[in-house]
């Protein structure tokens, strides 16, 4: 598929979404986020792809945030309804995508751009990358599920002060307060996310969905996250992938398992 706010573009298992309105510093308006959309549902569905990472164009930006002007005229319920459909198209949605997927953070990931960031299943940043939640100097909150994720990653004191305080962090703070996984150079990150998604590649894929799901299920209210992880335990057990690794195992040998 042809787009006008970013590229996508798959190679050894690994489709590449790289946000690209460098001008903009990849700001996040409704096209981008409906491309993203698309370009998010075509890689997991992709048989080929077993890994998604998804970065910003240019050395500044990963995404410096929403684009103001598109809402800045909004009232209450455009506001609500805003933020509804940009987490149901893109940030729950990459969430709970059955394909692991990691954030190259190669500069500014402020507001959206942050909240983006910390949907995906982890998170690896250059060293000039900062981060922020900077809604609160705007006089509006987080409405892509900053209030919810940040905490959970960071803990409810850091969060408190990073959105009251609307001030950015670094990279090695980011990593010190577990936002990130890991730190490198700019030029190091993209080779350094593509050997990680390396490591899970040689992994089963069916597995790596079922652990999707039990690990996300522990942060969703009403949902018994111990009793998903039996049920996709369970599951294992009647895949080709199973029996593949198991039978690997026993016979001291790599895993092979279908479709790698």
Known sequence: MSYENILS??????????????????????ATINELNQAFKVADKDKHTKVIIITGSGEKAFVAGADISEFAHFDVEDGAKLAAKGQELLFDYVENLSTPVIAAVNGFALGGGLELAMACHFRI???????????????????????????????????????????????????????????????????????????????????????????????KDGVNGYKVEIKQFGKCFGTDDFTEGTTAFLEKRKAEFPGT
């Open 9 to 30: 573009e798959r190679n050894d298992g690994i489709t590449t979404i790289t946000i690209n309105r460098p001008n903009k510093l990849n700001a996040l308006n409704k």
């Open 125 to 219: 940043a250059s060293d000039n990358a900062k981060m922020g939640l900077p809604e609160t100097s705007l006089g509006v909150i987080p409405g892509y599920g900053g209030t919810q994720r940040l905490p959970q990653l960071v803990g409810k004191g850091r969060a408190m002060e990073m959105v009251m305080t609307a001030g950015m962090i670094d990279a090695e703070t980011a990593k010190a307060y577990g936002l990130v996984n890991h730190v490198t150079t700019q030029d190091e990150l993209m080779g350094f996310c593509e050997k990680i998604a390396g490591k899970i590649m040689r992994n089963s894929t069916v597995a790596i969905k079922g652990a999707i799901k039990a690990i996300n299920a522990n942060y």
